[in-house]
């Protein structure tokens, strides 16, 4: 079934193709599956401008248009009806499932492929292309002696910006991780497990016709201070902080949520303190989200109040302008404690395309309405750090706040905000379902 309505697909089409030359070929294939021991494949997830141009879920699949008639036709290339194959790997609408349902104009079966490209690849001017993902189109793309074009900065400038339709998916995927992170927060107890807690946020994701976006990260203790940590198979010990790292994906739309906070209910005075200058360069990185903003202004935001309170804690001992570094790279010490990005565009992709900074010379996109973006400074204090100074009374201390935000002509609108945030918020619900 299509996510959207037809016109917000063929909308999409239009802008896309609309920027495209004439006599041009576009060929859109869909993700390759992938194994995940010997014979068993890990879920199969289409890939976003596949999603994003049509909907389309199956696998082995291409979305192609071209204009070499002068108006543009689109197609779909697709896996035939099979019974046989259906009855172990499911239904396929097939070719006249995918003409009736599906927006475009026609649909074939995957087999004909090579027959119907080669000559209008023989034909065109110009052919646009994911390469990659196909390899029968990477071989016919090599043999056809053209140049091939990427069409990705075309749809990236178009999926960056997102329609009321998309918006209203992307709020009910935060909303749901938000509760997701509010259910956790209630089985908060010492010694809970950190599965445990990754097995309340899923069965939340579960139960509502969602899945995780990407893997969760449910780090107790030390674990808090690992960025990408997601073995999740600790047990959180009295006294220890949780930092979640969860969110769901709804109809493709990706939530991102962090929370933090301590499994017995009471954040230490150590906790508060790290917990409390996080949380204030959060928000005024979200503060920093207005439309018209550079890339780097939340950043910015986030920073220097992190190298502010880094230093009134005693664990900078510099300037503020030593502890911030390079004024154009905010590359001074602080970021031995906060070493990651503010925040990245959300979408299809958790990680979304759009930008973002490509190197130190490049000042990013401008922040526009309709831009999603996460907002999700840190700071980290893993004990066993030998990179540098870890202080005493913060060792085994990591902290991040995330937040989805909507950039709009009025400012920054929170999706996430019914997850709470602030700690006397919290403090009032963990432990509450026991
Ligand atoms: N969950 C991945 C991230 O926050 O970027
Ligand atoms: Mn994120
Ligand atoms: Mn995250």
Redesign the pocket.
């Known amino acids: 079934m299509l996510t959207f309505s037809e016109s917000e697909y063929s909308n999409r089409q239009s802008a896309f193709l609309g920027e495209l030359p004439d006599n041009s070929l576009v060929l859109i294939p869909t993700n390759p599956k992938s194994i995940r021991s010997n014979d068993t494949h890990y879920p199969f997830r289409a890939n976003s401008y596949m999603l994003y141009l049509c909907g389309w879920t199956e696998s082995d699949s291409v979305w192609m248009a071209s204009n070499s008639g002068g108006e543009w036709t689109t197609s779909l290339f697709v896996l035939p009806r099979d019974t046989k194959s259906e009855i172990w790997e499911g239904r396929r609408a097939g070719p006249e499932g995918a003409a009736r349902d599906w927006p475009v104009d026609n649909a074939h079966s995957i087999d004909d492929l090579d027959k119907l490209l080669s000559p209008l690849l023989e034909d065109c001017n110009h052919v646009f292309s994911i390469t990659g993902m196909n390899s029968k189109i990477d071989s016919l793309l090599a043999d056809c002696g053209k140049e091939i074009a990427d069409p990705k900065p075309n749809l990236d400038s178009l999926r960056v910006i997102k329609t009321d339709a998309e918006i209203e998916l992307m709020s009910k995927s935060a909303e749901l991780a938000s509760q997701a992170h509010i259910q956790a927060m209630k089985a908060g107890v010492p010694g809970v497990g950190e599965w445990h807690l990754q097995s309340v946020i899923e069965s939340c994701f579960a139960s509502n016709r969602s899945q995780w976006a990407y893997p969760s990260i449910v780090g107790g203790g030390e674990n808090a201070a690992i960025l990408h940590y997601n073995s999740n198979r600790d047990p959180v010990g009295d006294g220890d902080l949780v930092l979640i790292d969860a969110g769901c994906e709804v109809d493709g739309y990706a939530s991102?949520i962090t929370r933090t906070w301590p499994v017995n209910g009471r954040f230490s005075d150590a906790q508060r303190e790290i917990y409390e200058l996080v949380l204030k360069s959060q928000i005024a990185a979200i503060e920093a989200c207005q439309p018209g903003a550079r890339w780097v202004a939340f950043h910015e935001a986030a920073s220097r109040v992190i190298a502010e309170g880094l230093i009134e804690l005693g664990i900078l001992d510099c300037t503020l302008d030593e502890a911030i570094g390079d004024p154009l790279e905010f590359d001074g010490p602080y970021r031995n404690y906060f070493m990651h990005g503010t925040?990245?565009f959300l979408g299809l992709d958790?990680h979304d395309v759009g930008g973002g900074r490509q190197g130190d010379d490049d000042p990013g996109p401008v922040l526009r309405p309709g831009m999603i973006v996460?907002v999700?400074p840190g700071l980290y204090f893993g004990s066993w750090r030998t990179d540098v100074e870890i202080p005493e009374r913060y060792a085994g201390i990591g902290v991040r706040i995330?937040d989805d935000v909507l950039i709009t002509k009025d400012g920054p609108v929170v999706l996430t905000s019914s997850c709470p945030k602030e700690i006397s918020e919290m403090e009032a619900i963990i432990g509450q379902e026991g």
Do not use: I, L, N, P
Request: glycine fraction near 14%.
């Open positions: 991102d925040g990245h958790v996460t999700e995330e």
